[in-house]
């Protein structure tokens, strides 16, 4: 079974952290949602640090390693890269990344349909 990638609204330009990260919830996925505005450039990746799975990404530090964008980990310290995820403190972790699409003053991510439902398991 594929899994169509379509646009899901995140919220409007204005509910985001300028030069900051924010978090939103899409389904049971906590996704963290960075906006440099002095370069007018959007990123998205998981929230959780995939060292230890704790949810801070979004409350990292940002900046660029050789004009690479960079999320680092306000807990341990790992550098993230916003394009591709991989981490650039030369360990091997790596978060998922999402495309970010901003039209007019809407900000919408470009993620798997399946990630917009919840599954309720029973027991």
């Not at 899994?3 to 204005?14: A, M, Q, T």
């Not at 924010?22 to 440099?36: D, E, H, L, P, W």
């Not at 990292?60 to 591709?84: A, M, Q, W, Y």
Request: charged letters at 25%; aromatic letters at 10%.
């Amino acid at each position: 079974m594929v899994n169509d990638k379509i646009k899901f609204l995140v919220g409007s330009i204005s509910d985001f952290e300028l030069e900051g990260g924010s978090c939103v919830k899409i389904g049971n996925k906590q996704i963290a949602i960075f906006y440099f505005q002095s370069r007018n450039e959007w990123y998205a990746c998981d929230n959780a640090c995939p060292h230890t799975g704790d949810m801070v990404l979004s409350r990292g530090i940002l900046g660029d390693l050789g004009g690479e964008p960079k999320v680092v980990c306000p807990l341990h310290k790992r550098n993230f890269s916003l394009s591709t995820g991989d981490c650039l403190s030369g360990e091997n972790y790596k978060v998922t990344t999402y495309p970010v699409v901003i039209e007019g003053d809407n900000v919408y991510l470009e993620v798997e349909d399946s990630m917009t439902k919840i599954y309720d398991k029973k027991t």
